[in-house]
């Protein structure tokens, strides 16, 4: 997770995804594993852009939330392949339990 250097100022924007998924785990772990990895990978993405994967306590639910510093940065990872692939792994596990929304941080403590 790539979150050193952010502050709270900084963060505007995000994206809230959530969705259900019971199938292969490790099907699942090794697409959120090649997202992350590819994007700690990307120096321009370095304190620019936070994610975290939880999984819900009933095991099923996922939830996913993801910021960024600036449109700029938004853009830049949306042109990476490893975006799109990303975007297509998500829509495959969690078919139409898929749902997202946008997001503006308020206020947080830690991770500054």
Same mark, same amino acid.
């Given at each position: 997770?790539?979150?050193? %250097?952010? &502050? %709270?100022? #900084?963060?505007?924007?995000? !994206?809230? !995804?959530q969705?259900?998924?019971?199938?292969?785990?490790?099907?699942?772990? &090794?697409?959120?594993? =090649?997202? !992350?990895?590819?994007?700690?990978?990307?120096?321009?993405?370095?304190? =620019?852009? &936070?994610?975290? *994967?939880?999984?819900?306590?009933?095991?099923?639910?996922? *939830?996913?939330?993801?910021?960024?510093?600036?449109?700029?940065?938004? =853009?830049?990872? #949306?042109?990476?392949?490893?975006?799109?692939?990303?975007?297509e792994?998500?829509?495959?596990?969690?078919?139409?339990?898929? =749902?997202?929304?946008?997001?503006?941080?308020?206020?947080? *403590?830690?991770?500054?």
């Amino acid at each position: 997770m790539i979150s050193a %250097g952010i &502050t %709270g100022e #900084q963060i505007m924007d995000g !994206i809230i !995804i959530q969705y259900e998924y019971s199938g292969d785990e490790k099907a699942w772990e &090794t697409a959120i594993n =090649k997202f !992350i990895e590819g994007v700690e990978a990307e120096p321009n993405l370095a304190d =620019k852009f &936070t994610y975290r *994967v939880n999984i819900l306590k009933d095991g099923v639910g996922r *939830v996913h939330l993801g910021h960024w510093a600036d449109e700029d940065t938004l =853009k830049y990872l #949306q042109s990476l392949p490893i975006f799109s692939e990303f975007a297509e792994a998500m829509r495959g596990l969690a078919g139409d339990s898929l =749902k997202n929304s946008g997001l503006r941080l308020f206020n947080a *403590v830690g991770d500054k």
